[in-house]
């Protein structure tokens, strides 16, 4: 396939480029994005066509293939030429890249390997792509991992942990429910499904999000400090946006103002507790914008 004509590669680029640059893959370094590579077929007989934008680790591997599409074109029409490119790059590097297919309006991020396409609210970050491609690598299978008793030790409690985490990994649901009366130990159960995801790589950034500052509060101090304590935390202000942490909590309130000033892979898994109860429409809004698994 020959590289595009001039006048749709610009059309292209003005459209993606400012998306990239926005979770801050800097353009001019070719050690971190280059454009038109193309990808030879696995006995380098042939070309067998031309990436609009590669973006790469330190190392110089292939994190991620972007196919762009001109808004007026469903982005997913070049699934199929994606895959042929993200195949034969596997060939040369240690793992498979994953893939973004975008026209600008509609973005698609894909893990061919493991799982199908599924709608973005843009593009991730370097750091972002690192951390998946950590996660996929070490994963192990929820079950596997020691449910930890000094935080629950109650048979429903512990059911409760198997069934979401065999929704999550046989079942590959991106969403779960969790129903609990008040008083039968939800929030230690949430802490010690927490612990199981920390363990088995399942993630490495935790959302915790409520309605109210007393949920929020009693997280902080009889949920992660008191049962995960070793585990980095920090509560999501507007006027303070930290992204070192491992578990991050937050008033859904303080999200909805907030909630742009993160990449759309910045959390792993989000875990919201009562906000069923909001009032605030913007609550599916903040749901959409993140790519993680929900807890409810």
Not at 141 to 164: D, F, H, T, W
């Amino acid at each position: 396939m020959a590289p595009l004509n001039i006048s749709e590669k610009e059309t292209r680029y003005s459209i993606i480029d400012p998306l990239l640059k926005k979770v801050e893959w800097n353009l001019a370094d070719h050690t971190q994005v280059r454009f038109e590579i193309p990808v030879q077929n696995y006995d380098k007989t042939r070309v067998t066509g031309f990436t609009d934008y590669c973006l790469y680790k330190a190392n110089g591997d292939v994190l991620a293939v972007v196919e762009a599409k001109k808004t007026s074109r469903d982005p997913r029409v070049g699934q199929q030429q994606v895959l042929e490119y993200v195949t034969e790059i596997e060939k040369e590097q240690s793992f498979r890249p994953f893939a973004f297919m975008s026209n600008g309006d509609d973005t698609f991020f894909w893990d061919s390997e493991n799982t199908s396409e599924r709608h973005v609210a843009g593009f991730f970050s370097r750091k972002n792509l690192e951390r998946l491609l950590h996660l996929k690598q070490n994963r192990k299978p929820l079950g596997a991992i020691l449910i930890k008793e000094s935080i629950v030790n109650r048979a429903y409690q512990i059911e409760a942990i198997r069934r979401i985490s065999e929704a999550l990994d046989i079942k590959m649901k991106r969403k779960a429910l969790l129903v609990m009366a008040t008083g039968t130990g939800k929030t230690r159960t949430i802490m010690a499904l927490i612990d199981v995801l920390l363990k088995a790589n399942a993630a490495q950034k935790i959302l915790f999000l409520a309605d109210r500052d007393s949920l929020v509060n009693q997280a902080l101090s009889d949920g992660f400090k008191q049962h995960l304590p070793h585990e980095s935390r920090t509560r999501i202000r507007t006027y303070d946006i930290s992204t070192d942490a491992r578990v991050y909590v937050s008033t859904l309130q303080t999200l909805v103002l907030c909630y742009n000033k993160f990449t759309p892979a910045d959390f792993d898994v989000i875990i919201s507790d009562e906000c069923h109860r909001s009032i605030y429409n913007k609550f599916t809004d903040v749901l959409a914008y993140f790519d993680a698994i929900q807890i409810k």
